[in-house]
Every structure is written in structure tokens, then in C-alpha cells.
């Protein structure tokens, strides 16, 4: 509900921090309203106390886009990382620990991994709407720097077909993305929940495939996404990992 309101072109930016706050009082102080949707996030914070930690985070994220269209390097698109995806790795982790009473051993080096995870996922997912959230948003997710290394104008992604310099910008940003995605093995290995643990391991192998694609494809011509036999491959591949 929150992103769509930050995504709502119909609503002023005073307009949508105003909800957003209303929100963010309400989860803190864990208050019910009219508002149905944050009453059943503060029904849950009796059985799951982080939740309210996570919802606050995510809500972090969606004020931000309310006043953020540009991000002038990585260390500022991982940051935003830190609250737009981060959080809904970690908490579904954490539910999962929690409503299955299992010990939480290793939490450190579990949620790097899914940190890491998540906001390769996230930058992934900007890469794929680079050209949706330019025209239709005037958002920017790519960082600036990368632009300016290839002498290149935001504007480049209007267009219908990448030029080759953002061919190279484009390929930069996936190597980075696929550091992340070198991080993240060992921690994953490390969840004890059997389903848990194999739908990471088919998560990353959707990630991998995912920039793979973007990797030989152009995100300004036409839409990257797996097909149904990508998502089977992922999905084969994730089940037998061990």
C-alpha cells in the first residue's frame, strides 16, 4: 500500500509524506486507525515483535522515493537497498525461525547473505523498470557516476535501443550486482528450515539467470523477465542444491 502511494502520480509529494507519516505514527505507537491494513501489521506485533522494526524500515524506503529521483553513486543505491529490500528478507526469515520455534543460530552471517541477496534482487528489478520508473516517475535508480564514466545523459533511457556505451554501463552494473550474489552461498547455506533454505537457493538461481539475460539483452527495447522454463531451471536447480 505504501508503494503505491509513493508511486501515485495523482498525489502531491506533501500529499503522499503526509500518509506515509500518518502510517509510520500509527505502526510506532501500534495504534489502531481506519486504515485496516496497518492494524493487521500491529496485530502481528505481539507474536512478532521485529515486525514493527521492518514495516518502520519499509517505510523509510517509500518516503524516500518521495523526495529521491537520482542516486549519485552505488554506496547511495545500497543504501536505499538498506530499507527498500533488505528488510523483507530478514523478516521473513525471522518469521519463519520464530513461528516454527526453531534456535536461530548463525543470524549474522544469515541475514548478510540475505541482505546481500535482496538488494541484488532490487537492483536487478531497477535495471529491468529502468526505462518505467525514468518515464513514468522521473526516477533514476541508476547511479550518476555511471553515467558520467560513459559520458552518458539520463536521458539516454528514453530511448527505444541502448547505445553502446549504455551496453557497458548496464554490463558494470550487473558485475556488481553478481559480487553480491557471491556473498550470499555460505550464509544461505546456514538456514536450518529445510523449504526455507531451498526457496533462497531458487531465489538466487533467479537472480543468476536474471543477469544472465540482462547481461545479453537490452532493458531499453524490450522487457527482461524469465520465461516458464527459466523459472523451472531455477526452481530444478534450487531443490537439489545441498
Given at each position: 500500500m505504501s508503494d503505491d502511494i509513493a508511486d501515485n502520480n495523482d498525489l502531491s509529494k506533501v500529499k503522499k509524506q503526509k500518509i506515509l507519516n500518518f502510517f509510520k505514527q500509527k505502526i510506532k505507537d501500534a495504534e489502531n486507525s481506519d486504515v485496516s491494513v496497518i492494524n493487521n501489521i500491529i496485530q502481528l506485533f505481539k507474536v512478532l515483535p521485529s515486525a514493527k522494526k521492518y514495516s518502520l524500515e519499509l517505510l523509510k524506503a517509500f518516503m524516500m522515493d518521495t523526495k529521491k529521483k537520482r542516486y549519485k553513486n552505488f554506496d547511495e543505491l545500497i543504501f536505499y537497498c538498506n530499507y527498500s529490500a533488505n528488510p523483507v528478507g530478514r523478516f521473513f526469515i525471522y518469521t519463519t525461525y520464530r513461528l516454527k520455534k526453531i534456535q536461530f543460530?548463525?543470524?549474522?552471517?544469515?541475514?548478510?547473505?540475505?541482505?546481500?541477496?535482496?538488494?541484488?534482487?532490487?537492483?536487478?528489478n531497477h535495471l529491468q523498470d529502468c526505462k518505467d520508473d525514468f518515464n513514468d516517475y522521473d526516477r533514476v535508480y541508476?547511479?550518476?557516476?555511471?553515467?558520467?564514466?560513459?559520458?552518458?545523459?539520463?536521458n539516454v533511457l528514453k530511448k527505444r535501443?541502448?547505445?553502446?556505451?549504455?551496453?557497458?554501463?548496464?554490463?558494470?552494473?550487473?558485475?556488481?550486482?553478481?559480487?553480491?550474489?557471491?556473498?550470499?552461498?555460505?550464509?544461505?547455506?546456514?538456514?536450518?528450515?529445510?523449504?526455507?533454505?531451498?526457496?533462497?537457493?531458487?531465489?538466487?538461481?533467479?537472480?543468476?539467470?536474471?543477469?544472465?539475460?540482462?547481461?545479453?539483452?537490452?532493458?531499453?527495447?524490450?522487457?527482461?523477465?524469465?520465461?516458464?522454463?527459466?523459472l523451472i531451471y531455477c526452481f530444478i536447480k534450487g531443490i537439489i542444491y545441498d
Open positions: 543460530d548463525n543470524k549474522k552471517e544469515i541475514f548478510r547473505s540475505s541482505d546481500s541477496l535482496c538488494t541484488a534482487l532490487q537492483i536487478i541508476i547511479p550518476l557516476d555511471y553515467f558520467r564514466r560513459f559520458s552518458l545523459d539520463v535501443k541502448a547505445p553502446i556505451d549504455f551496453i557497458f554501463l548496464k554490463n558494470e552494473l550487473i558485475s556488481k550486482v553478481e559480487d553480491l550474489l557471491l556473498d550470499t552461498e555460505n550464509g544461505l547455506k546456514l538456514i536450518k528450515e529445510w523449504r526455507l533454505r531451498k526457496e533462497t537457493f531458487i531465489i538466487l538461481n533467479i537472480a543468476k539467470r536474471l543477469c544472465f539475460l540482462l547481461k545479453n539483452n537490452d532493458p531499453l527495447e524490450k522487457k527482461i523477465k524469465l520465461t516458464r522454463i527459466d
